[in-house]
């Protein structure tokens, strides 16, 4: 089932890791790259909620209900990959992500719905840290292409290195073909008679908008309360991914993008580290299962956020290169929850059938951040933190205590143990 999610997991690896050298190499001056990954967080406050909503209405014959969203997703990604390292300038590859990010987002809300769709609440824990798994293992491999592709792929194509067209090629490969695989190998459960009728009637253009402000009208107390962590954990994490390889170069190198061969084993190491968090992250995914059904989902996710918390205030000060990671295995372990715990603590107070537009609002909870963060934070980083990247990975690490201090404050039900669905053939 979330095979699948390991392709648009490798997609968001390069993202995260590959996108803000390549502005670097482009020209980007630091205070610029915040609203420069402006698209990410856009796309998912527009797409994920419509796709959310698009998807509970929908159903096709052999595709299912959420599966052809994956499939439109998907492609989306592949071609802005493929295309991504061509990119001539800044504003190029601006436009481009704005693509890979709105394919990634089509592909990854109905994941989320898939997995509330066919599991019972005793088996959601599982589910959900699968994808936890999936996402640790395809951002391990993005960030290990990082690392390992420099040294097969030597050289310089256009204005960025070779390795680079390596990386995103690849990338295209991944998403595309796990996917299908999943396509292929899941069945989704079949709507009723009465639930096929309605779905057939016709409906208003309109309709998936005003799905998505009546959900916001009725949304669950506990779900407030998540918007409220996930506004300091999301802004926290954009500016991680944003700072961290340049950071890299400064603590460790003492070295800056113009210093483009020095900056380019900052960014190689920096992918490695990345890779690292994820390995972390595939490796305690299933771990946290068993403590969240023997603590309580929102214990479990403060005890890993104040862990990711302490690597990010250790990272920006350690100058041997081999340190760093002993530093980011806390926040690979704060991933490893943030995948898949907060929705455990949500989904009991969720209608079914409402899933998809639900699992699209969480999404809005997290991009959210993400757009005050690309519009705040180059103000911040210039004026206040003296466009110094290490210290926004401080600045990131402070945000994160705070998170996990409101997550203790929430009040989710507990999860309740319910026989397990059947399918309908």
Known sequence: MNVGFFGIQYSFGLQQSAVTPIYDFLGATPDQIPILHLAGPVTGLLVQPIVGALSDKTWHPKLGRRKPYFLIGALLCSFALIVFPFSASLWMAAGLLWILDAGNNTAMEPYRALIADRLNNNQQPLGFQMQSFFTGFGQVLANLSLFIFPFIFIGTTGSLPTWVYASFFFGALCSIASVLWSISKTKEIHPTDDELQKLKEKRDVFEPLLEIFSAIKDMPKVMWELALVYLFQWYALFCYWQNSSKSVALSVWNASPEDKLAYSEAVSWTGLVNGWYNVVTFLVAFSLVKFAKKFSPKKVHAFCLMLAAFGFLAFPHIQDKNLLFFAITGFGIGWASMMGIPYLMV????????????????????VVPMILQTISFGFVLKHFLNNDPRHAITFAGVLLVISAFFTLLMKPKKISKTKFLTEKS
Request: avoid cysteine.
């Open 347 to 366: 989904v009991s107070d969720i209608p079914k059938e409402r899933y998809g537009v639900y699992m699209g609002i969480i999404n809005m909870m997290i």
